[in-house]
C-alpha cells in the first residue's frame, strides 16, 4: 500500500507551575490551537479560598478566563507542601531556599511521569523544573524548550554575592544565597540539554550568551501586559506630596538601599516614597530610613492601578530582573519610570530621556538625579507620563501570543519529523 504525507496537528505541552505570566503562554498555545496540555501546580485558587482564606488574595490570579478547563491539569501538593514549609521556616532562608527546590523536583517528577504516558511533539517547561521532564522528551525523540524566566545563573549568583558583601546589612532579604548548588546543577543541565530557550529580555539573551550558550538555541520572548488604562487619571495626582512608588519585594536584588538612599540625600519633605510589598528586610537594614517612606504590605494585582492613579513616579533600581513587568503596568498607568539597565523595561521598553530614564546599577547618584528632575520639572513629568502610556500600548498579550505562535511553528517546522500514514 502506498504511503502518502499527512500534515498532523502539532502538540504541545506547556508545564509550568504558577509564575504569573504561564496562563497568557497557555492561553496563546490554545488560541493557535497548539496546545494539548497545561500542567500546573495551584489553579481556580476559589476552591482552595473555601478552607484557606490566606490563599484568597495571594493566589487571586490562579485562574484566567479564557482558558479550557479540559486542558488544565492541576497538581497542588508541591506548592502547597512548599508554602507550608516556607511558612513555619518564618523566613529562614536554608529551609525557604530548599522548601522552593523540594517543590521544583515534586513537580518535575510529576510531569516526567505524565509525559510517559502521553502522546506530543514539543515539552515546554519552566526552568527550574524541568530537568526530568526534558530527559523523558529526549527519550521519546521529541522537542524540549526551557522558559527562561530569569537571567542566567551564573550572573545571578555574582551580582547577589556581590550586593551580600557591598551591604551585609541587607544580606538576609537577598534570596537563594547560598546558592543550593543542586539547583544550579539542575539548572545548568536544564540549558545543556534543552533543544531551545525562550528569554524574556534582551538583557537575558546577553547573560546567557555571556554564559556560554549557543546563540542558535536562544529566542527572544518579551512579554506582554494586561489591556493598558482607558482611564488614566493625572488629576488624581494633583496637589500634595511628590509620590515615588517602589512596587515588589523588599529585597536588596530589587536595589532597595540605593532608591532609599537617594530619597534620604534629597530629604524633601515635598518627596513622599511609597514602598509596596512583602518585606525581606530586616529592621535593623531599614531602621536608618524609617522616617523617609511609607510601607504598604501585599496589595493584591486588581489593586494597584489606585496607587498608580495617586503617584507621580515608579522607579524600580533592581540589581537584576528578568523583566520588570510592574514598570510596564506603571507606564500603562500614564507614570513615567526610572528603571535600571538590568530589566526588560531598562533594556527593550523604556526610551531614555522619553518615557522615563534608566541608570545603571547601584548609581545611588542617578536615582537621585533623575528622581529631582522629574519633581523641578512637571510639565516634563506629564509629557514622559503620557509617551510612557503610549509606548505601553505596543506591548500587549496579543502581541505576545502571535510571537510565540511564529516562534514555536518555527521551531516545529525545522525540527519536527513528517508523520506518513499508511
Not at 496546545?35 to 476559589?46: E, V, W
Not at 488544565?72 to 527546590?101: D, M, W
Amino acid at each position: 500500500m502506498r504511503s502518502e504525507y499527512t500534515e498532523s496537528v502539532p502538540s504541545v505541552v506547556l508545564s509550568h507551575g504558577g509564575v504569573q505570566y504561564s496562563y497568557q503562554m497557555a492561553l496563546a498555545l490554545q488560541r493557535a490551537g497548539l496546545l494539548s496540555a497545561f500542567y500546573t501546580t495551584i489553579y481556580d485558587f476559589r476552591r482552595l479560598g473555601k478552607f484557606l482564606p490566606w490563599f484568597r488574595s495571594r493566589l487571586s490570579r490562579r485562574r484566567y478566563e479564557g482558558l479550557d478547563e479540559a486542558l488544565i491539569k492541576s497538581n497542588p501538593c508541591p506548592e502547597l507542601l512548599q508554602r507550608a514549609v516556607s511558612y513555619l521556616a518564618l523566613g529562614n532562608s536554608f529551609f525557604t531556599n530548599r522548601s522552593i527546590h523540594w517543590r521544583c523536583r515534586l513537580f518535575d517528577d510529576y510531569i516526567s511521569r505524565e509525559l510517559e504516558r502521553i502522546k506530543f511533539d514539543l515539552l515546554i517547561g519552566l526552568s527550574g523544573s524541568a530537568l526530568s521532564s526534558i530527559k523523558k522528551t529526549k527519550e521519546k525523540g521529541k522537542i524540549s524548550v526551557v522558559d527562561q524566566h530569569d537571567i542566567h545563573y551564573s550572573l545571578a549568583e555574582r551580582l547577589l554575592r556581590e550586593e551580600q558583601e557591598l551591604h551585609p546589612e541587607f544580606a538576609s532579604s537577598i534570596p537563594y544565597l547560598p546558592p543550593l548548588w543542586s539547583y544550579l546543577n539542575c539548572v545548568k543541565q536544564e540549558l545543556d540539554l534543552a533543544d531551545f530557550i525562550l528569554v524574556p529580555s534582551s538583557f537575558s539573551l546577553k547573560s546567557h550568551l555571556d554564559g556560554g550558550i549557543p546563540q542558535e538555541k536562544l529566542i527572544l520572548m518579551l512579554h506582554g501586559m494586561n489591556p493598558p488604562h482607558d482611564n488614566v487619571c493625572p488629576s488624581k495626582r494633583e496637589g500634595g506630596k511628590f509620590r515615588i512608588l517602589f512596587v515588589g519585594t523588599l529585597t536588596q536584588r530589587k536595589g532597595l538601599k540605593y532608591l532609599l538612599e537617594a530619597v534620604k540625600q534629597l530629604h524633601s519633605s515635598q518627596i513622599e516614597l511609597i514602598l509596596i510589598g512583602d518585606c525581606m528586610a530586616e529592621e535593623r537594614a531599614l531602621a536608618p530610613y524609617r522616617d523617609f517612606f511609607r510601607y504598604i504590605p501585599y496589595v493584591p494585582y486588581s489593586k494597584l492601578k489606585d496607587h498608580f492613579d495617586h503617584a507621580h513616579l515608579l522607579v524600580l533600581p533592581s540589581i537584576f530582573d528578568a523583566f520588570g513587568l510592574v514598570a510596564l503596568d506603571a507606564m500603562a498607568a500614564g507614570l513615567p519610570v526610572i528603571v535600571s539597565e538590568h530589566t526588560a523595561a531598562g533594556s527593550d521598553i523604556v526610551r531614555n530621556g522619553i518615557d522615563g530614564f534608566v541608570v545603571p546599577i547601584r548609581d545611588t547618584e542617578a536615582i537621585k538625579r533623575e528622581i529631582l528632575t522629574l519633581y523641578e520639572n512637571e510639565n516634563l513629568r506629564r509629557q514622559m507620563g503620557f509617551n510612557a502610556s503610549e509606548r505601553a500600548k505596543e506591548f500587549s498579550w496579543d502581541t505576545y501570543a502571535e510571537r510565540l505562535k511564529n516562534a514555536i511553528e518555527r521551531i516545529l517546522s525545522t525540527s519536527r519529523k513528517p508523520t506518513y500514514a499508511a
